[in-house]
């Protein structure tokens, strides 16, 4: 209650003006410099009580939640009645969200507009959001008063993409054209609602809260304007400094008059280049993977698992992106792409690719898919293995665990159904069954994409190799005809981490899928 009478007391103090004109004026006012503590206190607030209004079902897209009295109780009010629908997908809705705060508070506000790739031309990919050494900003725009929201909100769903994180993370902190944000370390006082999170494969999600657990739970938006409340965990890729992936916040900026001055990554006291170190990452005395070690560094206290709770949200999480793949495997049936000819050749990589492949193709999508029912195996096997030795503490009073954990499986597998073809369907149980089947390629079948039928078909056959990978690599090249393709060294991978036998074990030990 503490907590939150401060909040009241401080949004009071920084918005008083805004609040005396009630409703705000479609035109942005610049009154401040900069954005102060109170600011950032104030903005964590805002976005923590728009992700539990995701989570909860209240609103389910960016202009739904920023027009609700519950997910928005500061501002709903002073939103003008010209204001239009605010439309976002992942990389716009941090700017979105930040924009739209900064534009009710009289702050300023800035982002790139333009990039390039960070090498020569002679190294330029197709597409910079998946360039391969990162991208430099070439050119900004910082708000100026009198501004349109509007016509801001639209340049930004217009020039920003995945690409605009993609740039090095311990570089450009000064000049006009400075990186809007900075890495930083791993920790509660640093990873807060507002925090952005950038996955090289193309995805950015903003942290809405960081539970006494150490669970990180965010928001993400999708092309069709949805937003999804999900959790933090491997299906997000680690990347290289030059790629600037992981966690991020805004970096504060000073305005005056015609000079932007940009605070410096030596004078942010939460900037780490942590996240892009090479494990294993020590705790107390012991190693751990990056997420493990996460987990433990944001943990207020020692971690008390909450089995069934966790297990729920990520069979609900996991049907969430299996409904997402199907939307994508369904778009490209309706395009008529397996009708079509397969290439010669495979794109120069399947991660970061353009044209039919980029649209259509799924292998980044199935590649988080595996990363995340690998870390239900772990987890499962850690609370079942855990609880049997006493080495953990769980938030169970229950007397079956395996018995509990297995009842919410078959209901939450069963009840989450995907249509391949219009007169059959799958649960999610089959489907995770067949995980290492699943076809990424545009050209072929619904049954080769759900992996159902598996018939003679000569790629099918050729992309074992690549379909046995969990982690993404945007460097491997593999650009190979049908011939080669089985003996080329993206294939080298004699069967998936998790093969089919290894599931059925798991099954057998724990009667549980994982």
């Not at 010669?344 to 259509?360: F, K, R």
């Not at 080329?488 to 991978?493: D, Q, R, Y």
Request: net charge neutral.
């Amino acid at each position: 209650m503490k907590k939150y009478i401060i909040l009241i007391c401080l949004f009071s103090l920084i918005s008083t003006s805004v609040l005396a004109e009630k409703t705000k004026s479609l035109r942005w006012k610049i009154k401040q410099e900069s954005w102060n503590p109170n600011h950032e206190l104030v903005y964590k607030d805002f976005i923590h009580r728009l992700g539990l209004a995701v989570k909860s079902g209240t609103c389910h897209t960016t202009n739904e939640c920023l027009k609700s009295a519950i997910a928005n109780p500061l501002y709903f009010k002073m939103n003008p009645n010209r204001l239009d629908d605010v439309f976002t997908d992942c990389a716009d809705l941090p700017y979105i969200l930040r924009a739209y705060f900064s534009w009710m508070n009289d702050l300023p506000f800035s982002y790139a507009t333009e990039l390039e790739e960070a090498k020569t031309r002679s190294s330029k990919s197709s597409d910079i959001r998946y360039s391969p050494f990162g991208n430099i900003v070439t050119s900004k725009r910082t708000i100026r008063t009198g501004n349109n929201i509007n016509k801001i909100f639209q340049e930004l769903t217009d020039t920003i993409s995945s690409a605009t994180f993609r740039t090095n993370a311990s570089m450009y902190d000064s000049g006009e054209l400075f990186r809007d944000t900075y890495p930083v370390d791993i920790d509660r006082s640093t990873i807060l609602p507002g925090t952005v999170l950038y996955d090289a494969n193309g995805h950015v999600a903003v942290v809405y809260e960081v539970t006494g657990n150490g669970k990180i739970h965010l928001i993400d938006a999708h092309p069709d304007n949805s937003l999804t409340a999900i959790t933090y965990g491997e299906k997000f890729s680690r990347t290289s400094v030059m790629l600037g992936g992981g966690f991020s916040n805004f970096r504060s900026f000073s305005v005056s008059g015609n000079i932007i001055t940009p605070t410096k990554n030596y004078q942010i006291p939460g900037y780490s280049l942590i996240q892009f170190q090479k494990g294993p990452f020590h705790y107390k005395g012991q190693d751990y993977s990056f997420y493990e070690y996460v987990r433990l560094k944001l943990a207020d206290g020692v971690i008390i698992y909450n089995p069934i709770g966790e297990f729920s949200d990520f069979l609900d999480e996991l049907c969430s992106d299996m409904k997402d793949r199907e939307l994508a495997v369904n778009s490209a049936i309706d395009a008529g792409i397996p009708q079509n000819s397969h290439p010669i050749i495979l794109p120069e990589n399947i991660y970061g690719a353009d044209g039919v492949w980029e649209v259509y193709a799924t292998p980044s999508r199935d590649a988080r898919l595996k990363a995340s029912i690998r870390e239900g195996k772990n987890f499962l096997t850690k609370v079942i293995i855990g609880n049997l030795y006493s080495e953990i503490k769980l938030n169970y009073n229950g007397t079956d665990l395996v018995g509990d954990l297995r009842e919410i499986y078959l209901k939450k597998t069963n009840q989450c159904l995907i249509h391949p073809t219009k007169t059959s369907n799958l649960t999610l149980d089959t489907i995770m069954l067949n995980l290492f089947s699943l076809s990424f390629d545009p050209y072929h079948s619904p049954e080769l994409r759900w992996g159902t039928q598996i018939k003679s078909d000569q790629w099918y056959k050729a992309e074992q190799g690549l379909r046995n990978r969990i982690d993404r690599d945007y460097s491997m090249k593999t650009n190979y005809n049908v011939e080669d393709l089985p003996n080329a060294p993206v294939s080298a991978t004699p069967k998936p981490e998790l093969s089919y036998d290894q599931i059925l074990e798991i099954k057998r030990s724990f009667d549980l899928i994982f």
